[in-house]
């Protein structure tokens, strides 16, 4: 039987999928040919037929545990091809900001040095380095992003409640992203950290119903962590949080919100102490605002809150979130086209088209394939 899909939402998804990659394949084919206009119009109608096709393809009549072997086989297969590929080139040859910074905030940290004060200058808050550490240690940072997928494929198997063939169509969707490729070849953690935090949403909507005031500290504590990441992950907890808390009793927001500011910024009191002055005036928060007005901030908080009063079905909270990201990035690009021209903004680099991945994983897990679909970690709602 085909696929039953929700119309509206899916196609919202697949037309930010598709709008995403494009804008990758349109600012890197214009570095190897005078005829990017082309090869983006082949590579949207490929895309498009692949779409069709995954959309329409039948579940075969194979047995579940035939098809769980075959995912959790395929996971294994990309994951080893994605590190491969990824070993394949050489960081210090590709000039992307991230890597390096992660390289040097890590490296003058063990080494006593005040981390932030690299000429890298690097954006994340405290805890991003923290996750990457131990694959530091494993001698490449860059493997965070393969854990990270193989995280993510756990997640999509469970979500769409262990149907390993919906799973599967997720997975294949994700591999033929070019904007995930460039994600793996640049070793960027963008994707990565958003894998992180769904990972951490997905937990804490499986225990919720047994959650009491000290499980909620808890929660809240890992929670401000995961804040100390990226500021945009604010914006995400004020979708999932507002939606769950709007109906609970106010202690139960009131622990949870504090807690989270505690473990917020229990990351950062170390290196406010180390060097305040340089924390605050070149750190994360003045580097991360320096991508976005204050205007557009405050749309974005107000946006985010709108979402969680007026979200009424747990199943759009990943849409919803998804798109205001897109949302936020996508403004963000507007306005730099605006200042500088098409060419100056994409082709030069004048923005940073990467930061679009922090809505991949989001639009991924908001997809259903089925109409009325149960997904298992919805279902603990």
């Not at 990441?229 to 139960?252: A, D, M, S």
């Amino acid at each position: 039987m085909n696929v039953k899909t929700d119309p509206v939402r899916e196609l919202f998804v697949i037309v930010i999928y598709i709008f995403c990659n494009s804008l990758f394949v349109y600012k890197y084919i214009s570095r190897i040919t005078i005829y990017p206009s082309i090869v983006l119009t082949l590579y949207i109608v490929c895309i498009c037929l692949f779409i069709a096709l995954i959309y329409g393809i039948i579940d075969f009549n194979v047995s579940a545990k035939s098809w769980n072997i075959l995912y959790l086989i395929i996971t294994i297969i990309s994951a080893v091809c994605l590190a491969i590929v990824m070993l394949q080139f050489d960081p210090s040859t590709i000039k992307v900001g991230r890597y390096p910074a992660i390289q040097d905030w890590l490296s003058r940290l063990l080494q006593g040095e005040f981390p932030y004060s690299s000429e890298t200058k690097p954006s994340g808050f405290p805890f991003l380095f923290a996750l990457v550490f131990p694959f530091y240690l494993l001698g490449d940072s860059g493997l965070f992003q393969i854990f990270a997928f193989v995280i993510f494929s756990v997640l999509l198997y469970i979500r769409h409640n262990k149907d390993s063939f919906n799973s599967f169509r997720c997975i294949l969707l994700l591999l033929a992203s070019p904007m995930f490729l460039y994600e793996i070849v640049v070793r960027s953690e963008l994707f990565s950290n958003m894998v992180i935090v769904i990972l951490f949403l997905s937990i804490f909507n499986y225990f919720k119903r047994k959650t009491n005031l000290f499980s909620l500290v808890i929660f809240g504590l890992a929670g401000g962590f995961l804040l100390s990441t990226r500021g945009v992950v604010l914006l995400i907890y004020l979708i999932f949080f507002g939606y769950y808390f709007k109906e609970r009793k106010p202690v139960q927001a009131v622990t949870f919100t504090f807690s989270m500011a505690a473990g917020f910024l229990i990351t950062l009191i170390p290196f406010m102490v180390w060097d305040k002055f340089y924390f605050l005036n070149n750190g994360p928060f003045a580097v991360q605002m320096s991508y976005i007005t204050l205007w557009m901030l405050i749309l974005a908080v107000v946006v985010s809150i709108l979402c969680a009063l007026t979200i009424t079905s747990e199943k759009t909270l990943y849409f919803a979130a998804a798109c205001t990201l897109f949302g936020v990035v996508l403004v963000s690009f507007l306005l730099m086209i605006y200042n500088t021209g098409w060419h100056g903004a994409l082709i030069d680099s004048g923005f940073d088209i990467s930061y679009f991945a922090f809505v991949l994983p989001f639009l991924l897990f908001s997809l259903d394939f089925t109409k009325n679909a149960d997904h298992s970690l919805d279902a603990k709602y």
